[in-house]
């Protein structure tokens, strides 16, 4: 069974840090690209970073540019996001997601694997 399980939120000031982890298993992503998400209540689920299998490329929404960071460790089959900077609008559920490293990696659609999400306060 293929899971991909996120850590790592919780409740921050604003102008704090957090750390987020996404473990996969149940199969090699090596060769996937994964992405962050994230979707706050009454909001669509957007895009965040991606990062494709070997770390040559990334991309990051406008409003994260500069503050978060996107990682991989194909290793132990984990993807991270640091977040730093954090302000209320950031408040979200977070997900990471895996697709085939083809298309857009800034659409939600193409992303075949999805973790639960894990909640992400920052309080002003």
């Known amino acids: 069974q293929v899971q991909l399980v996120e850590s790592g939120g919780g409740l921050v000031q604003a102008g704090g840090s957090l750390r987020l982890s996404c473990a996969a298993s149940g199969r090699s992503f090596s060769w996937y690209t994964k992405g962050w998400f994230r979707q706050a209540p009454g909001k669509e689920r957007?895009?965040?970073?991606?990062?494709?299998?070997?770390?040559?490329?990334?991309a990051y929404a406008d409003s994260v540019k500069g503050r978060f960071t996107i990682s991989r460790d194909n290793a132990k089959n984990s993807v991270y996001l640091q977040m730093n900077s954090l302000n209320p609008e950031d408040t979200a559920v977070y997900y990471c997601?895996?697709?085939?490293?083809?298309?857009?990696?800034?659409?939600?659609?193409?992303?075949?694997?999805w973790g639960q999400g894990t909640q992400v306060t920052v309080s002003s």
């Open positions: 997601a895996a697709r085939a490293p083809t298309g857009s990696a800034a659409t939600v659609a193409g992303y075949d694997y």
């Open positions: 957007e895009f965040v970073a991606a990062i494709d299998w070997n770390g040559g490329s990334i």
